[in-house]
């Protein structure tokens, strides 16, 4: 695509701070953290910080270039509280040591889910909310046909 792209913006430097230069060979031999695998690293049970550092030698052992922790139902670690958010910073921490990359996704299930249960915390009427997508408006008879 080129630079073209970007709009005159140059690329996230932070993302791919080499993207605008030439063709690297040698970065293409041996990619920075940036551009390798970053996989969503499932928390989902009580937080062991030495277990979660021991796992983050393990991807950077495989050549992953950083990791997303991803919190899943079952976590037993209260999410956002302060033992998480030592934790979430212990892991960061330990990953720029190894000049890897650590993300956080973020947001517990929610939208798509529910928050960690924090939605209906205060608002129980809010449970089993949707939104219903139709071709056809409402109250239109739709002739079905099976095949």
Same mark, same amino acid.
């Given at each position: ?10 690329? #996230? ?8 230069? /030439? =063709? ?6 041996? /990619?920075?953290? &940036? ?8 928390? #989902? *049970?009580?937080?062991?910080? %030495?277990? +979660? +550092?021991?796992? !983050?030698?393990?991807?950077? &052992?495989?050549?992953?270039?950083? =990791?997303? !922790?991803? @919190? ?7 999410? +956002?509280?302060?033992?998480?958010? %030592? !934790? @979430? ?9 190894? *000049? ?20 209906? %915390?205060?608002? /129980?009427?809010? *449970? ?7 071709? *056809?408006?409402?109250? %239109? ?5 099976? !095949?």
């Amino acid at each position: 695509m080129g630079d073209a792209s970007f709009q005159g913006k140059p690329p #996230n430097p932070r993302s791919f701070p080499r993207a605008s230069e /030439p =063709f690297d060979q040698a970065l293409f031999l041996r /990619p920075s953290s &940036e551009y390798r695998g970053a996989p969503l690293w499932t928390w #989902n *049970k009580k937080l062991d910080r %030495e277990q +979660l +550092l021991r796992q !983050i030698d393990h991807l950077a &052992e495989m050549g992953m270039g950083g =990791f997303t !922790i991803h @919190v899943r139902t079952g976590l037993d670690t209260e999410y +956002l509280g302060d033992e998480f958010m %030592e !934790i @979430v910073k212990s892991c960061v921490d330990y990953a720029e040591s190894k *000049k890897m990359l650590a993300c956080l996704y973020d947001e517990d299930r929610w939208p798509s889910g529910y928050a960690g249960g924090k939605v209906m %915390e205060n608002r /129980p009427d809010l *449970k089993a909310q949707h939104i219903l997508l139709t071709c *056809k408006p409402y109250g %239109e008879q739709v002739a079905w046909r099976y !095949i």
